[in-house]
T-cell receptor, first 113, second 117 residues
Framework: AQSVTQLDSHVSVSEGTPVLLRCNYS??????LFWYVQHPNKGLQLLLK??????LVKGINGFEAEFKKSETSFHLTKPSAHMSDAAEYFC???????????FGSGTKLNVKP | DGGITQSPKYLFRKEGQNVTLSCEQN?????MYWYRQDPGQGLRLIYY???????QKGDIAEGYSVSREKKESFPLTVTSAQKNPTAFYLC????????????????FGSGTQLSVL
């Protein structure tokens, strides 16, 4: 069975400082992992995905995530936060056999001026 | 432009009433999904469909129904049996695994906010 745990429901950082959003997963298979971002009252946008290629994945808007199998983690990072990064972020694992996607409970990122 | 269109953006339901949320995609995707979003709970899968005329229950299907008569359309009906329908509903689609492009990325609509009067 697949599941995702996002360890922080809220993260607050100052503009210009690093961002770390944590995600741990559980999967019976070699997983595909994603990070999606949701801005208020909008749909979700894909930030990046890991599909068994390079373990360090670069996404849009300066975000990246590292797949660590030994730690079953896929944490999202960004070196310097921007005000426009304030949003809710979801970590997702997909089960390719069944074409289903499992979402974490989300992390709300607040960026202070 | 290709994408997913959800309508309406806001919907109000009276007690005992069935309401239908529309989801249309022109991406030629086989798989379509309905998710419900509640604060602090992430997205939970209601129903999904991998091919026309076939659909499967997700984790919270009770009180909902769907149809998939056309590849591009996957409407969701919130029935009167759904006692707590107030939520943000998101429709998504993806290419099925095994196709030439094994891109399992989900494409999302902009959502429908359903509230109870």
């Amino acid at each position: 069975a697949q599941s995702v745990t996002q360890l922080d429901s809220h993260v607050s950082v100052s503009e210009g400082t690093p961002v770390l959003l944590r995600c741990n997963y559980s999967s019976s298979y070699s997983p595909s992992l994603f990070w999606y971002v949701q801005h208020p009252n909008k749909g979700l946008q894909l930030l990046l995905k890991y599909t068994s290629a390079a373990t360090l994945v670069k996404g849009i808007n300066g975000f990246e995530a590292e797949f660590k199998k030994s730690e079953t983690s896929f944490h999202l990072t960004k070196p310097s936060a921007h005000m426009s990064d304030a949003a809710e972020y979801f970590c997702v694992v997909s089960d390719l056999d069944f074409n289903k996607f499992y979402f974490g409970s989300g992390t709300k990122l607040n960026v202070k001026p | 432009d290709g994408g997913i269109t959800q309508s309406p953006k806001y919907l109000f339901r009276k007690e005992g009433q069935n309401v239908t949320l529309s989801c249309e995609q022109n991406l030629n995707h086989d798989a379509m999904y309905w998710y419900r979003q509640d604060p602090g709970q992430g997205l939970r899968l209601i129903y999904y469909s991998q091919i026309v005329n076939d659909f499967q229950k997700g984790d919270i299907a009770e009180g909902y129904s769907v149809s998939r008569e056309k590849k591009e359309s996957f409407p969701l009906t919130v029935t009167s049996a759904q006692k707590n329908p107030t939520a943000f509903y998101l429709c998504a689609s993806s290419v099925r695994p095994g196709q030439v492009s094994t891109n399992e990325k989900l494409f999302f609509g902009s959502g429908t906010q359903l509230s109870v009067l």
